[in-house]
Structures are given as structure tokens and as C-alpha cells.
């Protein structure tokens, strides 16, 4: 299909996570993810993203455990000459979760993140 055709892209994901034992029960980490699209009709967006998050994550009881985090992402878009150009974006990324154990083999989760759609950290729309 021609359509498809059109939309055909390269994608590159890149992904790092490093953490310090703070206490017996907190942990601090940062984050870093890297995304490249390459698009291989010039029409479309080829882009950049970045988005790097600190944050704290442990456990609040024997049974609960917890993560937030704060961090900043940024969309580099290229290729100019698309149908519609766009500027680059800028956010502050907000994240947390809860985490409930339940038994050994089932847990509840709860979590929320106010992030930039995952279709403009990668170009891909």
C-alpha cells in the first residue's frame, strides 16, 4: 500500500537509568532517554527527543512502595521543508506511582505523569 509507503520510518530509542542507595529503604535515580526518527518521506518530520527526570523512589511500608520524579523534555524537529513546519517544544515532566503489594504474585498500581505525548518526543505524527 502507497500509503504505508509514506510513512515508513527509522526509529532509535536510547535509554539510561543510574540510582544511589540514599537510605536502607530511598533510593535517588536519574533518567535519560534519546529518540531519533528518521523519516524517509521528506514531507514528514524527522525529529530529536530528549527527556531526563530525578527523582526518589522506596519503600513507604512493608507493603507500599513509591516513586517521583521531575525532569525536563526537549523535541528537535528538522526538516523544514514539511508540509507544515514546527517550532521545538520545551515541558517539565512531572511523574510518580504507588505501588501495592498485595500477595507475592499480585500487586495494584497507581500512577500519573504530566509528560509531552509520545508522538511529539518522537516527530511521530
Known sequence: NDRYKELERNTYIAYGEGAAEVTSFIDLFARYTF???DRRNPAFHDGNGHMATLGARGDLTRYLA???????????F???????SKKD????????SLTNRLSKIFTQRIAFSLTPEPG??????
Open 120 to 125: 511529539y518526543t518522537t516527530a511521530d505524527y
Open 35 to 37: 529518540t531519533k526518527i
Open 78 to 84: 528538522a526538516n523544514d521543508n514539511a508540509l507544515n
Open 89 to 96: 517544544f520545551y515541558w517539565l515532566v512531572y511523574s510518580g
Open 66 to 76: 513509591g516513586e517521583i520524579g521531575i525532569g525536563y523534555a526537549i523535541v528537535n
